[in-house]
């Protein structure tokens, strides 16, 4: 067990998925525009959030190897991380330091929870169950897409903006949610991208995801409309004046947007999430033309 094979489990090229909605989150309660709560910013809280998102994602990526690898679903050297099936980590490796990530992000989450325990509380228990029982058992039922979703898109949007503000309102969960939807189709973009990837030994194991379900020709589809469909919300949100007329940076990312459209490479879709994301999150921090 070396400090390399570590690094490879984490699959750390996907923390875009962790620090964009952190990001965003933070902003809105930075800006506070558009919401029923007031502009906040606490440095603190923002790097103890985005220090725990990621250590609880990469935590649920080496959970995920090791359920996949002990139940049989992971058997090739391209197949998840690579570290079990390559014999560089033993399962009982794997599982301990998963828990171990997991654990530092519990202790990322303390200070969080006294200063927002009405956010912080629910939110760091759905987000463990997420981890643990989509790697376990849900991951079967073709329930995947969903959960990222809930979990690394709106989920951490909405606790980043939580922990700032100190509690959330009515009407912002209905904002809040309406913000981070591009980010959602970006994130069940890298999801996507890498069931359809393993869709052949998917169905082999009998697993199933939206790819095993779709086919090939619909599974593809579906990812073309997670990766373009962020820009028509863009353009849907400029034009009813929901997104300042900056969000249109956005459309700086199309040709990462095309280059992983015509790939379907996993790291490719989790650096145009990345850039994507960074433009979207950064065109927010500017206040709206017209109010």
């Known amino acids: ?20 909605p952190v990001a965003l989150g933070t902003v809105l309660a930075v800006r506070g525009y558009g919401l029923e709560a007031p502009a906040h910013f606490a440095p603190g809280r923002f790097l103890l959030t985005l220090l725990g998102a990621m250590l609880a994602h ?46 530092g992000a519990a202790l990322c989450a303390v200070p969080l929870f006294r200063t927002a325990p009405g956010v912080v509380g629910p939110l760091a228990l759905v987000g463990l169950a997420c981890a ?7 991951k079967q039922f073709a329930l ?19 922990v700032q503000t ?14 981070s939807l591009p980010i959602c189709l970006l994130v069940d973009a890298i999801l996507h991208a890498n069931n359809l990837r393993d869709a052949p030994d998917d169905r082999v194991a009998r697993v199933a995801t939206l790819a095993t379900l779709l086919g090939q020709r619909w599974g593809w589809l579906w990812q073309y409309g997670l990766l373009f469909g962020p820009l028509a ?6 034009a009813t004046r929901w997104l300042p007329v900056w969000s249109l940076a956005t459309f700086l990312a199309l040709p990462l947007l095309l280059k992983a459209a015509r790939s379907g ?8 999430h990345l850039v994507f994301g960074a433009l979207y999150t950064l065109s927010l921090l500017f206040p709206p033309l017209i109010r």
């Open 265 to 272: 490479s996993v790291e490719g879709t989790a650096q145009t």
């Open 132 to 138: 643990v029982l989509y790697s376990a058992w849900l």
């Open 233 to 238: 919300l863009v353009v849907l949100g400029v």
């Open 144 to 162: 995947g897409d969903l959960l990222i979703v809930i979990a690394f898109g709106f989920g951490l949007t909405l606790g980043a903006f939580g």
């Open 58 to 103: 990469v935590g649920a990526n080496v959970l995920n190897d090791y359920f996949d690898f002990v139940r049989g679903v992971d058997t090739r050297p391209e197949h998840g991380s690579g570290v079990l099936t390559r014999r560089e980590l033993t399962p009982g490796q794997a599982l301990g330091f998963a828990l171990a990530l997991l654990g």
């Open 1 to 20: 067990m070396t400090p390399a094979n570590l690094w490879r489990a984490t699959r750390a090229y996907s923390l875009p998925a962790s620090v964009v």
């Open 166 to 179: 100190g509690e959330i309102l009515g009407t912002d969960l209905l904002w809040l949610a309406l913000y």
